[in-house]
């Protein structure tokens, strides 16, 4: 079921999706025009240590976060290859933040640390990201020291409750970036813990918002909430943006993702 949900809803979206000319207000133009129209950067440190987690036959013995605690034994690269995003992708986040100018970033979903890694290039401010999963948290953190990366501050253990303590003396959120436990109450709960320490000009970014019908439930309701004044769809991911001077709108857009 949750593979035909996927093909549904990826054919939908093909007919459906716009391009640039579609597009109505400053904003959501130079949206598109920052993040499709702009050079990919160069991260070919970045690049080479995505196809090293490729390859890594290193086995990570972890506690699984679900309800069942599943003790789990996954290679790095079987992990990387399930959950790390293409480089178009990550590119996309990097010039997305470059153009939000984001200083205050909160990243729920460390995993392997190749996207927090492109968000802390972005950025001259700060990327707090949250991993519930040391042994995965880890060998992140390998990979922020390899490429000298300073401005990542890493918290490791229960999203649900780390988050809030964090939340409770943190300064106002310019950019969030959602990608950890992908069901409907997670992900709601996790935008709702967010919203009040939003900056009133924030961007988040929901990914695998058609992983399944309880992740496209989350993301109707979220792209739905009074506070939430634009959203961009664009299949893989979604981005949806408080500001709350410009006109309510929803686009689906095209973008090769892969």
């Known amino acids: 079921m949750q593979k035909l949900h996927q093909l549904k809803t990826l054919i939908r979206h093909w007919f459906l999706a716009v391009d640039r000319h579609s597009l109505h207000g400053q904003f959501a133009y130079d949206l598109f025009e920052h993040t499709q129209r702009q050079a990919r950067p160069k991260m070919e440190a970045l690049e080479q240590a995505r196809k090293k987690l490729l390859t890594d036959g290193q086995v990570l013995s972890y506690q699984d976060m679900g309800a069942d605690k599943t003790i789990r034994n996954r290679t790095v690269k079987s992990l990387a290859a399930r959950s790390l995003s293409s480089p178009r992708m990550s590119s996309f986040f990097y010039l997305l933040t470059q153009w939000h100018q984001a200083q205050q970033i909160v990243e729920l979903g460390t995993c392997l640390g190749v996207n927090t890694a492109y968000l802390s290039k972005a950025t001259t401010g700060t990327v707090h990201t949250f991993e519930g999963i040391p042994q995965i948290a880890e060998q992140a953190q390998q ?68 992983h399944s019908e309880g992740m496209t439930r989350a993301w109707e309701a979220i792209k739905n909430h009074p506070r939430v004044k634009m959203s961009f769809d664009y299949w893989r991911f979604g981005i949806v943006c408080l500001c709350p001077t410009i006109s309510a709108k929803h686009y689906r857009i095209g973008f090769s993702w892969w």
Not at 160 to 178: C, K, W, Y
């Open 143 to 210: 990979l922020w020291e390899v490429q000298q990366l300073k401005n990542i501050r890493l918290t490791v253990g229960d999203i649900d409750l780390r988050l809030p303590e964090f939340l409770n003396t943190a300064a106002p959120i310019d950019l969030a970036f959602i990608d950890a436990n992908h069901t409907y109450e997670a992900t709601l709960r996790y935008f709702e813990m967010l919203l009040p320490h939003c900056h009133q000009n924030a961007l988040l970014i929901f990914d695998d918002i058609y």
